[in-house]
């Protein structure tokens, strides 16, 4: 009886953990955001991507980390170039400073699944700057 439970129990660890690594192909791998200078002609997202995925942004004022809400930017897969006119419901952030974090969205929210390290946007006046 104790060999069975043990071969069943290494089978079902071999499910999960091949399970959790086709999850994490099908994230973006990483992604870039390059500002212009102005907020008038916004940023580029450059994701890197293994699998054609419904992608979006999540954008979290800082210090307090507090979300601003969300930006769907469509399917797309390899390493797409997306302008992102700096608008989140409508309407472009005013100045500040942002994390924005590049996520796989799931009916027009964003999923569960692992995302990259989320990128530091300001915005001063009419100027952007990633860092």
Same mark, same amino acid.
């Given at each position: 009886?104790g060999?069975?439970?043990?071969? /069943?129990?290494?089978?079902l660890?071999m499910?999960?953990?091949?399970?959790?690594?086709?999850?994490?192909e099908?994230?973006?791998?990483?992604?870039?955001l *390059?500002?212009?200078?102005?907020?008038s002609?916004?940023?580029?997202v !450059?994701?890197?991507?293994? !699998?054609?995925r419904?992608?979006?942004?999540?954008? /979290?004022?800082?210090?307090?980390? @507090?979300?601003? #809400?969300?930006?769907?930017?469509?399917?797309?897969?390899?390493?797409? *170039?997306?302008?992102? +006119?700096?608008k989140? &419901?409508g !309407?472009?952030?005013?100045s500040g400073?942002?994390?924005?974090?590049?996520?796989? /969205?799931a &009916? #027009? !929210?964003?999923? +569960?699944?692992p995302?990259?390290?989320?990128?530091?946007? @300001?915005?001063?006046?009419?100027?952007?700057?990633?860092t």
């Amino acid at each position: 009886m104790g060999v069975k439970r043990v071969a /069943f129990l290494t089978a079902l660890a071999m499910m999960l953990a091949g399970s959790t690594a086709w999850a994490a192909e099908a994230t973006p791998a990483s992604f870039t955001l *390059s500002a212009r200078g102005t907020v008038s002609q916004g940023v580029t997202v !450059k994701p890197v991507m293994k !699998k054609r995925r419904t992608i979006g942004l999540v954008v /979290f004022a800082q210090p307090k980390h @507090t979300e601003v #809400g969300t930006v769907d930017l469509g399917t797309h897969s390899g390493t797409p *170039s997306i302008h992102w +006119n700096l608008k989140v &419901h409508g !309407k472009v952030l005013g100045s500040g400073t942002y994390a924005i974090s590049l996520r796989v /969205f799931a &009916h #027009g !929210k964003p999923t +569960n699944m692992p995302a990259p390290p989320a990128r530091k946007l @300001t915005i001063s006046g009419q100027h952007v700057r990633v860092t």
